[in-house]
Protein backbone atom coordinates (compact mmCIF):
# COMPACT_ATOMS: atom_id res chain seq x y z
CA UNK A 1 0.00 0.00 0.00
CA UNK A 2 2.96 2.36 0.76
CA UNK A 3 4.60 1.59 -2.31
CA UNK A 4 1.17 2.37 -4.22
CA UNK A 5 0.73 5.87 -2.58
CA UNK A 6 4.01 6.47 -3.32
CA UNK A 7 3.81 5.93 -6.99
CA UNK A 8 0.65 7.98 -7.17
CA UNK A 9 2.77 10.50 -4.98
CA UNK A 10 5.52 10.42 -7.54
CA UNK A 11 2.99 10.80 -10.88
CA UNK A 12 0.99 13.94 -8.98
CA UNK A 13 4.52 15.58 -8.21
CA UNK A 14 5.90 14.84 -11.68
CA UNK A 15 2.87 16.38 -13.31
CA UNK A 16 2.68 19.28 -11.36
CA UNK A 17 6.51 20.16 -11.85
CA UNK A 18 5.88 19.98 -15.13
CA UNK A 19 3.15 22.24 -15.84
CA UNK A 20 4.81 24.81 -13.34
CA UNK A 21 7.49 24.88 -15.71
CA UNK A 22 5.66 24.62 -18.69
CA UNK A 23 2.38 26.35 -17.99
CA UNK A 24 1.11 24.13 -21.30
CA UNK A 25 -2.42 22.69 -19.80
CA UNK A 26 -3.05 26.19 -17.36
CA UNK A 27 -2.55 28.55 -19.99
CA UNK A 28 -4.80 26.88 -22.56
CA UNK A 29 -7.49 26.51 -19.55
CA UNK A 30 -7.61 30.31 -18.24
CA UNK A 31 -7.20 31.70 -21.89
CA UNK A 32 -9.91 30.22 -22.92
CA UNK A 33 -12.12 30.12 -19.49
CA UNK A 34 -11.87 34.13 -19.74
CA UNK A 35 -12.49 34.58 -23.06
CA UNK A 36 -15.76 32.42 -22.44
CA UNK A 37 -16.50 34.07 -19.32
CA UNK A 38 -16.66 37.73 -22.10
CA UNK A 39 -18.12 36.33 -24.42
CA UNK A 40 -20.64 34.93 -21.79
CA UNK A 41 -21.15 38.65 -19.91
CA UNK A 42 -21.72 40.42 -23.77
CA UNK A 43 -24.08 37.91 -24.52
CA UNK A 44 -26.23 38.15 -21.72
CA UNK A 45 -25.83 41.74 -20.52
CA UNK A 46 -28.79 43.26 -21.96
CA UNK A 47 -31.43 40.54 -22.36
CA UNK A 48 -31.63 39.04 -18.74
CA UNK A 49 -33.37 40.72 -15.69
CA UNK A 50 -31.69 38.77 -13.17
CA UNK A 51 -28.37 37.51 -13.77
CA UNK A 52 -29.09 35.34 -11.12
CA UNK A 53 -30.49 32.76 -13.31
CA UNK A 54 -27.81 32.46 -16.24
CA UNK A 55 -24.53 32.44 -13.56
CA UNK A 56 -25.08 28.55 -12.98
CA UNK A 57 -24.97 27.66 -16.50
CA UNK A 58 -22.35 30.25 -17.33
CA UNK A 59 -19.89 28.48 -14.15
CA UNK A 60 -20.53 24.88 -15.29
CA UNK A 61 -20.04 25.11 -18.80
CA UNK A 62 -17.05 27.39 -18.74
CA UNK A 63 -15.79 24.68 -16.26
CA UNK A 64 -16.83 21.94 -17.96
CA UNK A 65 -15.04 22.93 -22.07
CA UNK A 66 -12.05 24.48 -20.51
CA UNK A 67 -11.37 21.03 -18.55
CA UNK A 68 -12.27 19.25 -21.60
CA UNK A 69 -9.03 21.15 -22.47
CA UNK A 70 -6.78 20.22 -20.46
CA UNK A 71 -7.93 16.77 -19.56
CA UNK A 72 -7.26 16.29 -23.02
CA UNK A 73 -3.16 17.13 -22.90
CA UNK A 74 -3.12 14.88 -19.64
CA UNK A 75 -2.31 12.23 -21.65
CA UNK A 76 -0.96 12.96 -25.44
CA UNK A 77 1.93 14.60 -23.94
CA UNK A 78 3.13 11.79 -22.05
CA UNK A 79 2.09 9.28 -25.20
CA UNK A 80 3.95 11.81 -28.04
CA UNK A 81 7.10 11.35 -25.81
CA UNK A 82 6.81 7.91 -25.17
CA UNK A 83 6.85 8.45 -21.54
CA UNK A 84 3.35 6.54 -20.61
CA UNK A 85 5.33 3.34 -21.39
CA UNK A 86 8.22 4.31 -18.49
CA UNK A 87 5.57 5.03 -16.01
CA UNK A 88 3.39 2.03 -17.08
CA UNK A 89 6.68 -0.06 -16.08
CA UNK A 90 6.78 0.99 -12.39
CA UNK A 91 6.34 -2.22 -10.71
CA UNK A 92 3.07 -0.91 -8.70
CA UNK A 93 -0.37 -1.70 -9.68
CA UNK A 94 -1.29 0.75 -11.79
CA UNK A 95 -4.02 2.49 -11.07
CA UNK A 96 -1.56 4.34 -8.48
CA UNK A 97 -0.93 6.26 -11.92
CA UNK A 98 -3.89 7.17 -12.54
CA UNK A 99 -4.80 8.44 -9.07
CA UNK A 100 -1.82 10.69 -9.24
CA UNK A 101 -2.87 12.07 -13.11
CA UNK A 102 -6.68 12.52 -11.67
CA UNK A 103 -5.03 14.59 -8.66
CA UNK A 104 -2.96 16.76 -10.67
CA UNK A 105 -5.79 17.11 -13.42
CA UNK A 106 -8.55 17.85 -10.32
CA UNK A 107 -5.53 20.85 -9.11
CA UNK A 108 -5.52 22.42 -12.86
CA UNK A 109 -8.98 22.78 -12.72
CA UNK A 110 -9.54 23.99 -9.26
CA UNK A 111 -6.94 26.80 -9.85
CA UNK A 112 -8.58 27.60 -13.21
CA UNK A 113 -11.93 28.13 -11.23
CA UNK A 114 -10.18 29.66 -8.47
CA UNK A 115 -9.91 32.45 -11.77
CA UNK A 116 -12.82 32.64 -12.97
CA UNK A 117 -14.91 32.47 -9.83
CA UNK A 118 -13.64 36.33 -8.51
CA UNK A 119 -14.40 37.09 -12.99
CA UNK A 120 -18.12 36.11 -12.93
CA UNK A 121 -18.18 37.70 -9.61
CA UNK A 122 -17.28 41.06 -10.88
CA UNK A 123 -18.70 40.34 -14.18
CA UNK A 124 -22.26 39.50 -13.33
CA UNK A 125 -22.73 40.82 -9.96
CA UNK A 126 -23.39 37.89 -8.21
CA UNK A 127 -21.63 36.71 -5.03
CA UNK A 128 -19.90 33.02 -6.06
CA UNK A 129 -17.65 32.77 -3.17
CA UNK A 130 -19.25 31.00 -0.14
CA UNK A 131 -18.60 27.79 1.63
CA UNK A 132 -21.28 25.55 0.52
CA UNK A 133 -20.99 26.61 -3.49
CA UNK A 134 -17.19 25.73 -3.65
CA UNK A 135 -18.35 22.78 -2.17
CA UNK A 136 -20.41 21.90 -4.73
CA UNK A 137 -17.82 22.88 -7.25
CA UNK A 138 -15.71 20.50 -5.71
CA UNK A 139 -17.56 17.33 -5.07
CA UNK A 140 -18.50 18.29 -9.10
CA UNK A 141 -15.23 18.97 -10.27
CA UNK A 142 -13.70 16.02 -8.83
CA UNK A 143 -16.34 13.51 -10.56
CA UNK A 144 -14.93 15.45 -13.66
CA UNK A 145 -11.45 14.86 -13.17
CA UNK A 146 -12.16 11.08 -12.22
CA UNK A 147 -14.19 10.24 -15.06
CA UNK A 148 -12.04 12.87 -17.49
CA UNK A 149 -8.87 11.21 -16.72
CA UNK A 150 -9.83 8.21 -17.37
CA UNK A 151 -11.48 8.86 -20.98
CA UNK A 152 -8.42 10.99 -21.54
CA UNK A 153 -6.03 7.89 -21.37
CA UNK A 154 -8.77 5.87 -23.02
CA UNK A 155 -8.69 8.17 -26.19
CA UNK A 156 -4.87 9.31 -26.49
CA UNK A 157 -4.55 6.02 -28.86
CA UNK A 158 -7.11 7.31 -31.05
CA UNK A 159 -6.11 9.53 -34.21
CA UNK A 160 -9.60 11.84 -33.53
CA UNK A 161 -8.82 12.12 -29.89
CA UNK A 162 -9.35 15.99 -29.56
CA UNK A 163 -13.13 15.03 -30.81
CA UNK A 164 -13.71 11.67 -29.55
CA UNK A 165 -13.01 13.31 -25.69
CA UNK A 166 -15.75 15.62 -25.54
CA UNK A 167 -18.06 13.22 -27.20
CA UNK A 168 -17.53 10.32 -24.75
CA UNK A 169 -17.25 12.61 -21.56
CA UNK A 170 -19.95 15.10 -21.71
CA UNK A 171 -23.02 12.18 -22.22
CA UNK A 172 -21.37 10.65 -19.14
CA UNK A 173 -20.59 13.92 -17.22
CA UNK A 174 -24.30 14.51 -17.69
CA UNK A 175 -25.21 13.56 -14.02
CA UNK A 176 -22.64 15.38 -12.60
CA UNK A 177 -23.46 18.75 -14.52
CA UNK A 178 -26.76 18.86 -13.96
CA UNK A 179 -26.21 18.20 -10.05
CA UNK A 180 -23.98 20.66 -9.85
CA UNK A 181 -26.44 23.26 -11.79
CA UNK A 182 -29.57 22.26 -9.90
CA UNK A 183 -27.41 22.90 -6.71
CA UNK A 184 -26.08 26.18 -7.60
CA UNK A 185 -29.19 27.94 -8.80
CA UNK A 186 -30.57 26.33 -5.21
CA UNK A 187 -27.50 27.82 -3.76
CA UNK A 188 -28.09 31.31 -5.54
CA UNK A 189 -31.66 31.28 -4.38
CA UNK A 190 -30.93 31.13 -1.03
CA UNK A 191 -31.48 27.38 -0.52
CA UNK A 192 -29.17 25.61 2.41
CA UNK A 193 -26.93 22.26 1.88
CA UNK A 194 -29.50 21.01 3.86
CA UNK A 195 -32.64 21.74 1.60
CA UNK A 196 -29.75 20.64 -1.34
CA UNK A 197 -28.92 17.15 0.20
CA UNK A 198 -30.16 15.38 -2.89
CA UNK A 199 -28.03 16.68 -5.18
CA UNK A 200 -25.23 17.10 -3.12
CA UNK A 201 -25.82 12.74 -2.01
CA UNK A 202 -26.22 12.27 -5.72
CA UNK A 203 -22.36 14.39 -6.74
CA UNK A 204 -21.33 11.86 -3.94
CA UNK A 205 -22.46 9.02 -5.32
CA UNK A 206 -21.03 9.84 -9.09
CA UNK A 207 -17.51 10.72 -8.02
CA UNK A 208 -17.33 7.64 -6.13
CA UNK A 209 -19.07 5.56 -8.93
CA UNK A 210 -16.08 7.50 -11.31
CA UNK A 211 -13.45 6.21 -9.25
CA UNK A 212 -14.26 2.66 -8.68
CA UNK A 213 -15.00 2.23 -11.95
CA UNK A 214 -11.97 3.68 -12.95
CA UNK A 215 -9.76 1.88 -10.40
CA UNK A 216 -10.94 -1.57 -11.95
CA UNK A 217 -10.70 -0.38 -15.83
CA UNK A 218 -7.39 1.68 -16.09
CA UNK A 219 -5.27 -1.42 -16.29
CA UNK A 220 -7.24 -2.61 -19.19
CA UNK A 221 -7.55 0.80 -20.72
CA UNK A 222 -3.80 1.40 -21.25
CA UNK A 223 -2.80 -1.65 -22.31
CA UNK A 224 -2.27 -2.73 -25.55
CA UNK B 1 25.74 -24.40 -15.64
CA UNK B 2 23.00 -21.99 -16.81
CA UNK B 3 19.82 -21.33 -16.20
CA UNK B 4 16.79 -20.22 -18.25
CA UNK B 5 15.78 -16.92 -17.02
CA UNK B 6 12.72 -16.26 -20.27
CA UNK B 7 10.77 -18.99 -21.10
CA UNK B 8 8.58 -18.25 -24.38
CA UNK B 9 6.41 -20.85 -25.53
CA UNK B 10 3.71 -20.68 -28.42
CA UNK B 11 4.03 -17.15 -28.45
CA UNK B 12 1.05 -15.03 -30.40
CA UNK B 13 0.19 -11.95 -30.91
CA UNK B 14 -2.25 -10.53 -33.27
CA UNK B 15 -3.68 -6.52 -33.84
CA UNK B 16 -7.21 -7.33 -35.02
CA UNK B 17 -7.02 -9.90 -37.77
CA UNK B 18 -3.30 -8.81 -38.75
CA UNK B 19 -1.10 -11.57 -36.85
CA UNK B 20 2.47 -10.29 -35.52
CA UNK B 21 3.29 -13.01 -33.50
CA UNK B 22 3.08 -16.28 -34.71
CA UNK B 23 3.73 -19.29 -32.37
CA UNK B 24 7.68 -18.03 -30.84
CA UNK B 25 8.86 -20.61 -28.53
CA UNK B 26 12.54 -20.06 -27.16
CA UNK B 27 14.51 -19.60 -24.03
CA UNK B 28 17.15 -17.44 -23.07
CA UNK B 29 19.64 -18.18 -20.11
CA UNK B 30 20.41 -16.08 -17.33
CA UNK B 31 23.63 -13.66 -18.25
CA UNK B 32 23.48 -13.92 -21.93
CA UNK B 33 23.28 -11.21 -24.36
CA UNK B 34 20.63 -12.18 -27.32
CA UNK B 35 20.47 -9.73 -30.81
CA UNK B 36 16.82 -9.91 -32.20
CA UNK B 37 17.82 -9.49 -36.00
CA UNK B 38 14.84 -8.36 -38.56
CA UNK B 39 13.06 -6.29 -41.01
CA UNK B 40 10.70 -3.19 -40.23
CA UNK B 41 6.97 -5.43 -39.17
CA UNK B 42 9.01 -8.95 -38.04
CA UNK B 43 7.85 -8.60 -34.53
CA UNK B 44 11.10 -7.36 -32.76
CA UNK B 45 9.36 -4.47 -30.67
CA UNK B 46 5.82 -6.65 -29.90
CA UNK B 47 7.64 -9.35 -28.41
CA UNK B 48 9.86 -6.91 -26.26
CA UNK B 49 6.90 -4.78 -25.37
CA UNK B 50 4.97 -8.06 -24.36
CA UNK B 51 8.40 -9.56 -22.37
CA UNK B 52 8.15 -5.86 -20.69
CA UNK B 53 4.41 -6.68 -19.62
CA UNK B 54 2.98 -3.30 -21.83
CA UNK B 55 1.18 -5.49 -24.01
CA UNK B 56 -0.70 -8.74 -23.34
CA UNK B 57 -0.44 -12.20 -25.35
CA UNK B 58 -3.06 -13.19 -27.91
CA UNK B 59 -1.87 -16.91 -26.98
CA UNK B 60 0.96 -18.78 -25.74
CA UNK B 61 3.11 -18.34 -22.16
CA UNK B 62 6.11 -16.41 -20.96
CA UNK B 63 7.83 -16.91 -17.84
CA UNK B 64 10.45 -15.00 -15.82
CA UNK B 65 12.50 -16.70 -13.58
CA UNK B 66 9.93 -19.20 -13.84
CA UNK B 67 6.74 -16.89 -12.86
CA UNK B 68 4.46 -16.24 -15.77
CA UNK B 69 4.33 -12.67 -16.54
CA UNK B 70 0.61 -12.47 -16.79
CA UNK B 71 0.11 -13.77 -13.16
CA UNK B 72 2.26 -11.53 -11.56
CA UNK B 73 3.31 -8.16 -13.85
CA UNK B 74 4.27 -6.25 -10.98
CA UNK B 75 6.48 -8.50 -10.05
CA UNK B 76 7.72 -9.06 -13.02
CA UNK B 77 8.57 -5.30 -13.81
CA UNK B 78 10.99 -5.49 -11.12
CA UNK B 79 13.45 -7.53 -13.41
CA UNK B 80 12.69 -5.69 -16.12
CA UNK B 81 14.76 -2.28 -17.86
CA UNK B 82 13.40 -1.40 -20.95
CA UNK B 83 15.28 1.34 -23.50
CA UNK B 84 13.48 2.27 -26.39
CA UNK B 85 13.86 4.23 -29.69
CA UNK B 86 11.61 6.89 -27.92
CA UNK B 87 12.98 7.82 -24.75
CA UNK B 88 10.34 7.63 -22.33
CA UNK B 89 11.92 10.50 -20.38
CA UNK B 90 10.34 14.21 -20.09
CA UNK B 91 11.89 17.04 -21.75
CA UNK B 92 10.90 19.41 -19.43
CA UNK B 93 12.45 17.84 -16.34
CA UNK B 94 16.15 17.76 -16.13
CA UNK B 95 18.80 14.73 -15.83
CA UNK B 96 18.76 14.51 -12.40
CA UNK B 97 15.11 15.24 -11.68
CA UNK B 98 13.99 12.37 -14.55
CA UNK B 99 16.21 9.45 -12.67
CA UNK B 100 14.99 10.69 -9.53
CA UNK B 101 11.55 10.32 -10.24
CA UNK B 102 11.68 6.83 -11.67
CA UNK B 103 13.68 5.89 -8.86
CA UNK B 104 10.72 7.12 -6.24
CA UNK B 105 8.45 4.71 -9.01
CA UNK B 106 10.70 1.88 -8.17
CA UNK B 107 11.03 3.02 -4.31
CA UNK B 108 14.89 2.97 -4.40
CA UNK B 109 16.07 4.01 -1.16
CA UNK B 110 19.91 5.09 -2.07
CA UNK B 111 19.02 6.59 -5.06
CA UNK B 112 21.20 9.62 -4.91
CA UNK B 113 24.28 7.58 -4.77
CA UNK B 114 22.87 5.24 -7.42
CA UNK B 115 21.89 8.59 -9.99
CA UNK B 116 25.13 9.88 -9.24
CA UNK B 117 27.25 6.59 -10.27
CA UNK B 118 24.70 5.62 -13.44
CA UNK B 119 24.64 9.67 -14.53
CA UNK B 120 28.85 9.51 -14.32
CA UNK B 121 28.86 5.94 -16.12
CA UNK B 122 27.12 7.16 -18.60
CA UNK B 123 28.87 10.61 -19.46
CA UNK B 124 26.33 13.13 -18.04
CA UNK B 125 26.99 13.84 -14.78
CA UNK B 126 28.35 17.32 -15.73
CA UNK B 127 24.84 17.74 -17.49
CA UNK B 128 22.53 16.41 -14.71
CA UNK B 129 20.91 20.13 -13.67
CA UNK B 130 19.92 20.88 -17.71
CA UNK B 131 16.43 19.95 -18.76
CA UNK B 132 16.66 17.05 -21.33
CA UNK B 133 14.84 19.35 -23.94
CA UNK B 134 18.47 20.46 -24.39
CA UNK B 135 19.97 17.22 -25.19
CA UNK B 136 21.09 16.11 -28.58
CA UNK B 137 19.66 12.70 -29.31
CA UNK B 138 22.67 10.80 -28.08
CA UNK B 139 22.84 12.12 -24.67
CA UNK B 140 19.11 11.48 -24.37
CA UNK B 141 19.68 7.69 -25.54
CA UNK B 142 22.54 7.32 -22.85
CA UNK B 143 19.94 8.90 -20.18
CA UNK B 144 17.33 6.21 -21.35
CA UNK B 145 19.75 3.57 -20.63
CA UNK B 146 20.73 5.17 -17.15
CA UNK B 147 16.97 5.24 -16.09
CA UNK B 148 16.52 1.42 -17.39
CA UNK B 149 19.73 0.24 -15.52
CA UNK B 150 18.17 2.66 -12.32
CA UNK B 151 16.62 -0.73 -10.46
CA UNK B 152 19.50 -2.65 -11.59
CA UNK B 153 17.16 -5.07 -13.23
CA UNK B 154 18.84 -8.39 -14.07
CA UNK B 155 17.22 -8.31 -17.69
CA UNK B 156 17.50 -5.56 -19.52
CA UNK B 157 15.48 -5.02 -23.16
CA UNK B 158 16.73 -2.71 -26.18
CA UNK B 159 14.66 -1.85 -28.65
CA UNK B 160 16.80 -0.69 -31.50
CA UNK B 161 18.85 1.73 -28.79
CA UNK B 162 20.93 2.88 -31.89
CA UNK B 163 18.56 4.84 -33.75
CA UNK B 164 18.59 8.21 -35.12
CA UNK B 165 21.90 8.35 -33.69
CA UNK B 166 25.04 10.24 -35.62
CA UNK B 167 28.28 7.82 -36.11
CA UNK B 168 30.47 9.09 -33.05
CA UNK B 169 26.72 8.50 -30.74
CA UNK B 170 26.42 5.29 -32.37
CA UNK B 171 29.98 4.01 -30.89
CA UNK B 172 29.14 5.49 -27.66
CA UNK B 173 26.58 3.97 -27.37
CA UNK B 174 28.19 0.64 -28.91
CA UNK B 175 30.66 0.67 -26.32
CA UNK B 176 28.74 1.38 -23.43
CA UNK B 177 26.35 -1.76 -24.24
CA UNK B 178 29.42 -4.14 -24.85
CA UNK B 179 30.17 -3.03 -20.89
CA UNK B 180 26.79 -4.07 -20.17
CA UNK B 181 26.53 -7.45 -21.84
CA UNK B 182 29.82 -8.56 -20.10
CA UNK B 183 28.37 -8.24 -16.84
CA UNK B 184 25.60 -11.16 -15.24
CA UNK B 185 22.80 -8.74 -16.78
CA UNK B 186 20.56 -10.92 -19.26
CA UNK B 187 20.29 -8.59 -22.62
CA UNK B 188 17.94 -8.85 -25.17
CA UNK B 189 18.29 -6.71 -28.30
CA UNK B 190 16.48 -5.47 -31.33
CA UNK B 191 18.87 -4.17 -34.16
CA UNK B 192 19.20 -3.58 -37.45
CA UNK B 193 22.57 -3.37 -37.45
CA UNK B 194 23.66 -7.06 -38.19
CA UNK B 195 27.92 -6.13 -37.31
CA UNK B 196 26.59 -5.05 -34.02
CA UNK B 197 24.17 -7.48 -32.88
CA UNK B 198 27.25 -9.70 -33.67
CA UNK B 199 30.00 -7.59 -31.50
CA UNK B 200 27.87 -7.34 -28.55
CA UNK B 201 25.48 -10.35 -28.01
CA UNK B 202 26.47 -14.15 -27.20
CA UNK B 203 23.34 -15.26 -29.78
CA UNK B 204 22.08 -14.57 -32.79
CA UNK B 205 18.54 -14.51 -34.16
CA UNK B 206 16.47 -13.58 -36.41
CA UNK B 207 12.54 -12.88 -36.54
CA UNK B 208 10.70 -12.56 -39.80
CA UNK B 209 7.02 -12.02 -40.19
CA UNK B 210 6.58 -13.26 -36.78
CA UNK B 211 8.90 -16.20 -36.98
CA UNK B 212 11.86 -17.38 -35.40
CA UNK B 213 13.88 -18.00 -38.27
CA UNK B 214 17.30 -18.20 -36.83
CA UNK B 215 19.08 -18.62 -34.08
CA UNK B 216 23.16 -19.29 -33.40
CA UNK B 217 25.83 -18.48 -31.26
CA UNK B 218 27.28 -15.22 -32.27
CA UNK B 219 30.87 -16.45 -31.70
CA UNK B 220 30.40 -19.19 -34.78
CA UNK B 221 29.26 -17.01 -37.20
CA UNK B 222 31.13 -14.35 -39.07
CA UNK B 223 29.23 -10.99 -41.00
CA UNK B 224 30.26 -12.53 -44.07
CA UNK B 225 28.55 -15.48 -43.26
CA UNK B 226 25.30 -13.82 -41.33
CA UNK B 227 24.54 -11.37 -43.83
CA UNK B 228 23.56 -14.16 -46.89
CA UNK B 229 21.35 -15.97 -44.29
CA UNK B 230 20.18 -12.86 -43.20
CA UNK B 231 19.21 -12.01 -46.83
CA UNK B 232 17.77 -15.40 -47.51
CA UNK B 233 15.79 -15.26 -44.35
CA UNK B 234 14.28 -11.90 -44.67
CA UNK B 235 14.60 -11.43 -48.39
CA UNK B 236 17.90 -9.44 -50.31
CA UNK B 237 17.25 -5.62 -49.41
CA UNK B 238 14.58 -5.96 -46.39
CA UNK B 239 17.14 -3.69 -44.42
Do not use: C
Not at chain 1, 21 to 44: E, Q
Not at chain 1, 109 to 134: D, G, K, M, Q, W
Not at chain 2, 26 to 53: C, H, M, Q, W, Y
Not at chain 2, 133 to 147: E, K, N, P, W, Y
Amino acid sequence: MKAYFRVAWAVLWKDLRVEWRTKDMFTSMAVFAVLALLIFNFAFELRVPDKRMVVPGVLWVTVAFAGVLGLGRAFITEKDRGSLSGLLLAPVDRSAIYFGKMVANLIFILVVEALILPLITVFFNVPLITLPLLLILLLGTIGFAAVGTIFSALTVNTRAREVLLPILLFPVLLPVLVAGIRATIGLLEGDTLNDLANWVQLLLFFDLLFLIVAYLTFDYVVEE
Amino acid sequence: MTSVLIRVQGLQKSFGRHRVLRNLNFDIEAGTSVALLGPNGAGKTTLLRILATLSRPTAGRVTIAGVDIGANPEGIRQYIGLVTHAPLLYDDLNAMENLEFFARLYGLSDAEERIRDLLTRVGLYHRRKDRVRTFSRGMVQRLAIARALLHDPPILLLDEPDTGLDPQAAEMMNDLLKELSGGERTILMTTHHLERGLEVADRVTILSGGRLVFDAPASGISYGELRPLYDEYVGVGAI
